[in-house]
Nanobody, 122 residues
Framework: QVQLVESGGGLVQPGGSLRLSCAAS????????MGWYRQAPGKERELVAA?????????NYANSVKGRFTISRDAAKNTVYLEMNSLKPEDTAVYYC??????????????WGPGTQVTVSS
């Protein structure tokens, strides 16, 4: 069994900052990439940011968050972080942690966290 524990969501004013964390634990054996997706009411789930796990740390950002959000990871802790700055009301969504990985007995697949609410409002 694989567990993804998310934290850091909450309510923040426009222009403020939040830091999301996601830690993978349990039977996870190998992680190839980790990232964050978000889904706002009435909209499709979209990629926010992703990062490869290992030497290189290749990153990918949605155009809407470039220059404002920063993704990072601690491979030794199987943890990914999303530093969100200059937050806007349109950033309001449920944010989901995503892991591209596998257990010792499974093939490569996507794992999903339960989601954490981020609300940007004055």
């Amino acid at each position: 069994q694989v567990q993804l524990v998310e934290s850091g969501g909450g309510l923040v004013q426009p222009g403020g900052s939040l830091r999301l964390s996601c830690a993978a634990s349990g039977s996870i054996f190998s992680i190839y990439a980790m990232g964050w997706y978000r889904q706002a009411p009435g909209k499709e789930r979209e990629l926010v940011a992703a990062i490869s796990i290992g030497v290189g740390s290749i990153t990918n950002y949605a155009n809407s968050v470039k220059g404002r959000f920063t993704i990072s990871r601690d491979a030794a802790k199987n943890t990914v972080y999303l530093e969100m700055n200059s937050l806007k009301p349109e950033d309001t969504a449920v944010y989901y942690c995503n892991v591209d990985g596998r257990t010792r007995s499974s093939t490569r697949r996507d794992y999903w966290g339960p989601g954490t609410q981020v609300t940007v409002s004055s």
